[in-house]
């Protein structure tokens, strides 16, 4: 019995040592969803770069930019599988509903409340830890991205009055949250996949996108964006996650090393963050597109009417008991 027990625990040992030494011999695949040299190819390069000089074990990665890998929807469940090893993209609630608790309109008014809300140990980012933690995946950081709008092609029609109707089709992402958040502002929400948005907009199937910011608009929408209304529509954070039999393999230093490395990449994200969002909108504005101005009474008004008309139907969606209890944890 004791040579069972010991030749188990030396398996146990051995198979850990072989992980931590193929994480080594490895290059671990990073994928992201927007194109090379833009905010977050540059930060994931950074990364890469601190990770390989950091690390003892000189853990390597490539990353590969533009959904090189797949839609963000697939390549999330790829990483729960182990195909692909780590991305940096928004989560997507097609395998979880609950996920759609981060995209909810409106829940928070400011840059200062959003890292309150989003940053390691808050209860907010607890729960998406755990969410994707039920996926077989290990979050490392957030990278927090904007605060949403509108991208039209056509003329705005009382793009401050939520309560007016105004006749223009929206492509939303296919998700209930942001499917309601069009129709109750008084656009005809339209749920394409982004990989059809463009041609969507340019062929005239819809008139404009929502469920972006100014940094997304500029990236993949820019040549067919003539108005930006910066509406605050939601905030919008991406995480940086990894395989979790993958990270679990490492040996106690590499997890440290990488854990270490992904703080630091929040961290500098944080701290650009709000000043990049500016840059983005005047991007657009130098680009050709008129910004449409939005005032704090008008977005007040917007986010009232959200909360009320909106946000009880996506707590039904997501389990109200449990949505309640994480919308209750919010910190203002």
Request: with cysteine; charged share 25%; glycine share 6%.
């Amino acid at each position: 019995m004791k040579k069972t027990f010991v030749f188990r625990v030396g398996l146990a040992l051995a198979c850990a040592a072989l992980l931590a030494t193929s994480v080594q011999a490895k290059t671990l695949k990073i994928s992201h969803v927007r194109p090379q040299d833009t905010a977050i190819d540059k930060d994931l390069r950074w990364f890469s770069e601190t990770l390989a000089k950091a690390s003892d074990s000189k853990i390597k990665t490539k990353i590969y930019p533009a959904s090189a890998l797949g839609d963000y929807t697939v390549v999330q469940e790829r990483v729960g599988l182990g195909a692909v090893d780590m991305a940096c993209q928004p989560p997507a609630s097609a395998a979880d509903k609950r996920f759609q608790v981060v995209y909810f309109p409106y829940m928070v008014k400011s840059w200062e409340q959003a890292r309150r809300n989003y940053s390691a140990g808050a209860p907010l980012r607890n729960v998406v830890a755990e969410l994707y933690n039920e996926q077989n995946i290990h979050l490392l950081a957030a990278w927090p991205v904007y605060f949403g709008g509108i991208a039209l092609n056509r003329e705005p029609v009382e793009p401050g009055n939520p309560e007016a109707a105004k006749g223009i089709k929206l492509r939303v992402p296919p998700m209930k949250t942001f499917q309601l958040l069009a129709d109750k502002t008084g656009y005809l929400g339209t749920p394409l996949p982004f990989s059809e948005a463009f041609t969507a907009v340019q062929t005239g199937v819809v008139d404009g996108v929502i469920g972006s910011g100014a940094e997304g608009y500029y990236s993949s929408f820019r040549d067919v964006t003539k108005y930006y209304i910066p509406s605050n529509t939601h905030f919008e954070v991406w995480y940086l996650i990894i395989n979790k039999e993958l990270y679990d393999g490492m040996s106690p230093e590499q997890q440290k090393e990488i854990t270490d490395v992904a703080t630091q990449f929040e961290d500098r994200r944080w701290d650009m963050a709000k000043a990049d969002q500016a840059a983005n909108e005047k991007q657009l504005a130098d680009y050709g597109a008129t910004i449409v101005p939005v005032t704090d009474e008008q977005i007040a008004a917007t986010a009232a009417k959200i909360k009320k008309e909106v946000w009880p139907q996506v707590l039904e969606d997501v389990g109200a008991e449990w949505g309640e209890k994480v919308l209750a944890a919010i910190k203002e």
